[in-house]
């Protein structure tokens, strides 16, 4: 494991050893793509490996690119650029076909003969997971620290991935070569939908640049009358349910409908609490989470990642849970922000 | 020109609306909208090739999960969901809509004390709690059909996404209350975490008790299509109680008819 020395602290003398770090698990995905890139090219599916191969590089170079771009350096951030174009350009041809398993009866077999020593391992990624979030902070061997305190919880997520694999083989006593050919028939089975998420970040991104946001509030005032506090509270909830549907992330709504409606409506015109409709108007935003294929890491990679037929399964299953939510959170806001 | 230029960049909202409702692949479209929107802000192509590359990476974070899947490759290639699902078949307590009442409350108590990475689509819902649920559903004494199965597991991932949103908002050190505490201090009110946090508890209590209503509305639909299923099929009124087996030899083409019906 290498060393890496990091600054951390206001002083900027304080130098603090760290030995996890978010970076090395970047650099493992980027390894595990390549793997799965390469297992693609030797089959001569063509599409698949040269997009699991833009993708390692991105994951690898990510960091060159960020810092480049922190010292006005915009060439590798265009690059990357372009490599977001070239995945988008190979993504219609990531046809989802099903990789042959292996036959069911052999797969019984080995369930009857290992039984509950095949929950170990599984069980240990969400444990692991767990472990470092909560107590990854007070190890320290002499004067490194084993984890980095930032994204510990996600680096923790990464060496839980890594033990559980090692767990897994020795469990199953399949070679070390299962793990990349298992993991790359998942991937695969995952094929576009394993990169909208960041794809849609990226437009998140575009868009707050190119105000689309302040638009889009802008055209919430034009259509109510400010003068009710009522019709406000319904702008304002249903603005960022809008606004989430469309960006797919209530975060990126948050600040674009509380500047525009909440802030100066609600709470300069009609004496809105700011604590309680700030926390409302998150929570009204995270039920139009559920309506959006837009928000691909929870409705979009688990259809395939459960191999559904229907890309909208998980929306249609959780739609109504979120519109019940909708009018119990407009409900509390128009009840609560005027009153305390 | 300049109230055009205010306006245009929403023609990139629109490429996203038109593009999702015709069904294109969601990735170029995302692309072309990104591309769209910049150039109707009036942005040079270098300009927004760097803002796309720029917030893509910055993003990586959500490609992690990726890393669970050659463990879980190795375990299902030994047989783990199939193993899961016979032991809660085992387990006579265990009904569906417990399972998934109980998974719902501790994500959400997970995700309250700030670890929603713990568990996840991929860390804990295809390995474990979809093939738990599927075992769970089948105790009805039939087979889950395929559209049922699917639905099982939309279910299974729809309960994961809702406990962690609304859990998620209670917890007061880091996401969605920092950036709310961020936003208003930057506009000059100071607010404490803990006020903001507090205010997110009857929606988290909303949040379970109109899931679990809807769980146990789901589960029971699940169990009366398997019975409506034996009515046509077999004799009426043996749905539960019957003997796994013989459901067994009657279910497909019962399930066939439940089909038709729906």
Redesign the interface.
Known sequence: MRRIPAFTGMTGREVRRIMLK?EQ??W??AL??AGAAWLNLRERRWSHAGFWLV?AA??A??KY??DA?AAHQ?L??????????A???L??RMKRGHLV??D?AA??????R???R??G???L??LV??LV?LFGAYVVIGSVHLFDPV?M??TG??LA??I??I???W??R?KPA??????R???DT?G?A??????????????A????G???S?LVRMMIPVDSAFACVIAYGLGMVLFTV?MGN??AA??VL??GVG?PLL?HLHGAN???L???G??TG?CG??FT??A????????A??E??N?N??I???W??GA??LV??LG?MYF?VFRF | MTALL??L??L??LV??IG?AL?F????V?????IV??L??G?SI?E?????????????????????????????????R???S??IATLRGLTLPRLLMVYLAIRQI?AML??Y???G????????L?PMAEGAAEKRGAPLNTQER??V??????T???G???GE?VFIALG??L??QG??SQ?G?E?EPL??????L??AI??FV??AI?TVLFARRIRTNAQTGTITSSRPGNGRDSVPGTDKTNAPDSRLHGNDGA
């Open positions: 978010i698990a970047y493992l995905i595990f793509l993708l991105l994951m170079g990510g690119v960020l771009t915009h590798p951030a265009q690059l990357a650029g372009v490599g977001v174009i995945l988008a350009a993504s219609p398993e292996r069911a797969r019984e077999a080995d369930a009857n290992l039984g509950h095949l929950f391992p599984a069980v990624i969400p997971t767990l979030a994204r919880t996600l997520l990464a991935c890594v559980a694999l767990a897994a083989l469990v199953t399949a299962a793990g990349l050919a298992e993991g028939r998942l991937l995952l576009w394993a990169l909208l998420p960041l794809t849609l970040a990226a437009l998140g991104g575009v868009f640049a190119t105000g689309v302040a638009a889009i802008d469309i209530a975060f948050f600040p509380t500047a802030l709470i700011p604590a309680i700030g926390s409302l998150m929570l995270y989470t559920l294929p837009m691909a890491n929870f409705n979009i990679v688990p259809v990642l459960l559904l037929p890309q399964d998980v249609r299953a959780q109504k849970t019940a939510l119990v959170n509390l609560l | 205010h306006w960049p929403l990139g909202v996203v609306v999702f069904r692949n969601p990735v170029p995302v692309v072309v909208a990104g929107s910049g109707a802000a942005k270098g927004i090739l760097a803002l796309i590359g720029n917030s893509f990476v910055s993003e990586r974070a959500l490609l992690l999960f990726v890393l669970t899947l050659p463990a879980i490759g190795v375990l299902e290639r030994a047989g783990l199939e193993h899961v016979n032991w997970l700030g670890l990475d713990v568990a689509h991929a860390q804990t819902v295809r390995p474990l979809a699917n639905d597991r939309a279910f299974s991932a729809a994961d996404n809702i962690r949103f609304f908002d969605a209350v950036l709310i936003f208003y506009h009110i607010l006020q903001i946090a507090l205010w997110a009857p929606t909303a949040a109109i899931h809807r």
